[in-house]
């Protein structure tokens, strides 16, 4: 079955959070091909990755936002009911050449015990990255993961606030602090001020 998955061609994309670069790389995956879904999970905050998809003119309407996620773990318990729901048999990862080893074992370990396929794109990072990588927290994080992939096949965590890139309300966001990497070159909105301060 999994073999299978992995001639298939690529369903949906997973954007896993962590540097504005990958939402700017997955803006460019959208314009190429709208009609593919792109999940993007625990990314920049939700106006930044707007502004970015306004800028670069790409269709925001099959991109969807999962602001559960805040470890790389989470990122596979919050999207696998999702691909699964969506039916997605081969997903494109979207990541980062420091962050590949963690997310691409965990990811294979996770997805591939629910007959879905991953294969990685990778994405240049400019400067340093903020999260690095060591043996035992990839080791640590897959010990988890191989648990999880146990759990996983009796419970799947839902995620409420799961909702189209096309949805961000950017009045309400500009009422509370937000802020974008520098590197992801957005013009921010004048921010509104509360109105009950």
């Known amino acids: 079955m999994l073999g299978q998955a992995a001639r298939q061609p ?15 790389y997955a803006a460019q995956l ?3 091909d709208p009609t593919v879904p792109i999940l993007i999970s625990g990314g920049s905050d939700e106006p930044c990755i707007w502004l970015i998809f306004q800028r670069d003119t790409a269709p925001m309407e099959n991109v969807w936002i999962d602001p559960c996620a805040r470890s790389t773990l989470d990122n596979y318990r919050f999207s696998t009911p999702i691909l699964k729901k969506w039916n997605i048999h081969h997903v494109k990862l979207i990541t980062s050449g420091n962050h590949r080893t963690r997310a691409l074992a965990l990811g294979r370990t996770i997805l591939s015990g629910h007959g879905i396929w991953l294969s990685l794109e990778l994405v240049p990072e400019a400067g340093r ?4 990588e060591s043996k035992l927290k990839t080791t640590l994080e ?14 799947q965590p839902h995620c409420q606030g799961l909702h189209r890139l096309s949805e961000i309300d950017l009045a309400a966001w500009n009422t509370q602090p937000y802020a974008c990497e520098a590197q992801g070159r957005v013009s921010m ?7 009950n301060p």
């Open 142 to 155: 897959l010990v988890r993961g191989l648990g999880w992939m146990v759990v996983s096949q009796m419970y």
């Open 30 to 32: 959208a314009r190429a």
């Open 189 to 195: 909105p004048r921010r509104l001020k509360p109105l």
């Open 10 to 24: 690529v369903d949906a994309i997973l954007v896993l959070g962590g540097s504005i670069r990958r939402e700017i």
């Open 129 to 132: 990255p903020g999260n690095q």
